[in-house]
């Protein structure tokens, strides 16, 4: 199995553009989410998902969007990066039941300019 | 918000030394886990205990929880260098087991 993988590990953008980053699991897992690392500081919940075609808003969710179409996959879409989504992100997933650890990806560096 | 809060935000020791780092949060939990981050990488889980177990075992960690004081802490014991990383408490409300809130984390260095 490869757990979680995310894609790209680095990227630079411009302030206002757009993009995805992608995170995909081969694990089966229902739960699937998304979190920001800011520099000394832990991760925050942005988006999350029980299951294929749910999702729902965590902590810090503005500017943020997310789909999530299979079990799989869950993309995180940037709208219109700004300078303050500077960060390393984080995609996890967890299994049902009541396994409740969670499983990260290697995360995206992400620095807009 | 950050739910939990990890003391101390540092610590040094040598190896083959104990290492404790306590965490304390705000609101009622479903279950409280922990986490090491080495440099550069992504989170590893470590434990996991629930809202009514007081303490739980997995190798050289040693996990307790008080639910009177909103407390934790994490013992790693006969430490070495390769523990060397940052430790983050998360903890999940009730109703909600997955939707973690993590504090800033301890960083622990293990000299060798």
């Known amino acids: 199995n490869a757990g979680v993988t995310q894609t790209p590990k680095f990227q630079v953008l411009k302030t206002g553009q757009s993009m995805t980053l992608q995170c995909a699991q081969d694990?089966?897992?229902?739960?699937m989410s998304w979190y920001r690392q800011d520099p000394g500081m832990g991760l925050r919940l942005i988006h999350y998902?029980?299951?294929?075609?749910?999702?729902d808003q965590g902590e810090v969710p503005n500017g943020y969007n997310v789909s999530r179409s299979t079990t799989e996959d869950f993309p995180l879409r940037l709208l219109s990066a700004a300078p303050s989504q500077t960060s390393v992100y984080f995609c996890?997933?967890?299994?049902?039941?009541?396994?409740?650890?969670?499983?990260f990806g290697p995360g995206t560096r992400l620095t807009v300019t | 918000s950050q739910q939990g809060e990890e003391d101390p935000q540092a610590l040094s020791i040598q190896e083959g030394e104990n290492a404790t780092m306590n965490c304390s949060y705000k609101?009622?939990?479903?279950?409280l886990q922990w986490y090491r981050q080495n440099s550069g990488r992504g989170l590893v889980h470590l434990i996991l205990?629930?809202?009514?177990?007081r303490e739980k075992h997995s190798g050289r960690l040693r996990v307790t929880l008080d639910t009177s004081k909103k407390s934790s802490s994490l013992l790693i014991t006969a430490s070495r260098a390769a523990d060397t990383a940052s430790y983050f408490c998360?903890?999940?409300?009730?109703?909600?087991?997955?939707?973690?809130?993590f504090g800033s984390g301890t960083q622990l260095t293990v000299l060798p």
């Open positions: 205990i629930r809202s009514n177990e």
């Open positions: 998360a903890t999940a409300p009730r109703g909600s087991a997955r939707q973690l809130t």
């Open positions: 694990m089966n897992h229902e739960y």
């Open positions: 998902s029980v299951g294929a075609g749910i999702t």
């Open positions: 996890a997933s967890s299994g049902g039941g009541s396994y409740y650890e969670q499983y």
């Open positions: 609101t009622s939990i479903n279950n």
